[in-house]
């Protein structure tokens, strides 16, 4: 016979609706059978054991829908300020990452621990962008699940052959990106996303991250074109669309669908806004990187106002002094006072399930969803959902949550 458990707490967060208090979570072979208050559910289920969580609230596991586990050797650059310039950061990047290396066990060893961290603050899904092979190997290895995309860029015509060639030969099973706009020619763009499709997979892509994007799009010019020219791969095959916005360009490639999950997005206006909730395009915000590296706040706002729920990313310790899902929610709260901290909190687990075509099995807790739960520890003082919810997204640091079932 199967084992039922009720684990009980004072404070239930399903995300799904509001908060309920005194409430539990009933569990079956790991699944979620129902949520509600504590008394009606030992109506429902009578003989059933209770667990109870005190001073604790119980929520869906969190969801790191952007990050680059294979970076994770590169800390030094995310903890001292930035180059005056993005593009300075990518070279620093690039020069750091020659000189350490791209592989080998230390890399393997600080990506694994990287992935471990974050499991043990409550991170259950990581959606790992790499150009190595190290996120698809540390499936295997990590507590939570590596979702591991293989990321294509190439601007210039001559590569534009060989990573078509590259990416018609890759196993289905293999999850494919690309980098960004300003570094990935637009047919390898077109092509990287109707695999995508074709296969059903997510389609992350960088997205209106530093301003010159922005600029490079527009008029064909500025520090990102001077960037890419002074790397060789300026060899005018690029034809900029005339106009700001990438939203609008990837739109007009065709490359935007329920399916396409576009990371920062900071430098879009309300028409690309409008395009983003009319295709049901996916936004993935990374706050703690975007502050790093100085290139603007995303409109979250707007996003939610256009019925859009971001998924929330850390990028990697190369952009970013701490990788947690809590900081990225209470930066989110810092510089967004009037954001209800119930959308904030979802942003983190819902949005993250949907970004990444998982909310039929996580991301709330709802019954028929998988019971992976966390235990958080709240303090006696807080007294009611809203003070709870502010306390949540707002502590900044990994409230040591613990799993209730897995
Ligand atoms: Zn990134």
């Not at 709260?333 to 009037?338: D, L, Y």
Request: glycine share 8%.
């Amino acid at each position: 016979m199967s084992r039922v458990q009720i684990h009980s707490a004072p404070w239930v967060v399903p995300v799904s609706g509001a908060v309920l208090a005194d409430a539990g979570v009933v569990v079956e072979e790991g699944k979620i059978l129902a949520v509600d208050r504590l008394d009606a559910l030992q109506t429902s289920y009578p003989q059933v054991e209770v667990i109870p969580h005190p001073h604790a609230a119980l929520t869906p596991a969190l969801i790191n829908a952007h990050i680059h586990l294979e970076l994770s050797h590169l800390g030094e650059l995310g903890k001292k300020p930035p180059g005056p310039s993005f593009t300075q950061w990518i070279v620093e990047l690039l020069y750091l990452r020659d000189s350490l290396g791209i592989t080998g066990p230390e890399i393997e060893e600080a990506s694994l621990a990287c992935a471990e961290q974050q499991y043990r603050s409550g991170v259950s899904i990581l959606a790992d962008i790499g150009n190595t092979t190290i996120g698809g190997e540390l499936q295997q290895k990590t507590n939570g699940q590596v979702l591991a995309y293989k990321e294509y860029l190439g601007l210039a015509g001559f590569t534009l052959e060989k990573n078509l060639e590259r990416l018609g030969a890759e196993p289905e099973r293999q999850r494919c990106s690309a980098h960004a706009p300003y570094s990935t020619h637009p047919q390898l763009i077109q092509a990287l996303k109707s695999r995508a499709k074709a296969l059903g997979h997510t389609f992350p892509i960088h997205v209106a991250e530093p301003p010159a994007e922005q600029e490079m799009l527009a008029q064909g010019r500025g520090e990102m074109v001077d960037f890419v020219r002074s790397r060789g791969f300026w060899d005018g095959s690029f034809i900029p669309p005339g106009h700001a916005g990438s939203v609008r360009y990837l739109y007009d490639l065709g490359a935007l669908d329920e399916q396409t999950l576009c990371v920062h997005a900071i430098h879009v206006d309300p028409e690309e806004i409008q395009i983003l909730a009319g295709e049901g395009a996916k936004v993935c915000l990374c706050a703690g990187s975007n502050q790093f590296l100085a290139v603007g706040t995303a409109p979250v706002d707007r996003f939610l106002e256009a019925g859009i729920l971001p998924a929330l990313g850390t990028d990697s310790v190369a952009s970013n002094p701490e990788l947690s899902l809590w900081r990225e929610m209470s930066l989110l709260a810092e510089s967004h006072p009037q954001l209800d901290p119930a959308a904030i909190f979802a942003m983190a687990s819902l949005g993250g399930a949907q970004a990444l075509g998982l909310e039929s099995q996580r991301g709330t807790l709802a019954p028929g969803k998988i019971a992976d739960i966390l235990s958080i520890p709240i303090p006696d003082s807080v007294q009611d959902p809203t003070q709870l919810l502010r306390y949540v997204v707002s502590a900044g640091s990994p409230l040591s949550p613990t799993r209730v079932v897995l």
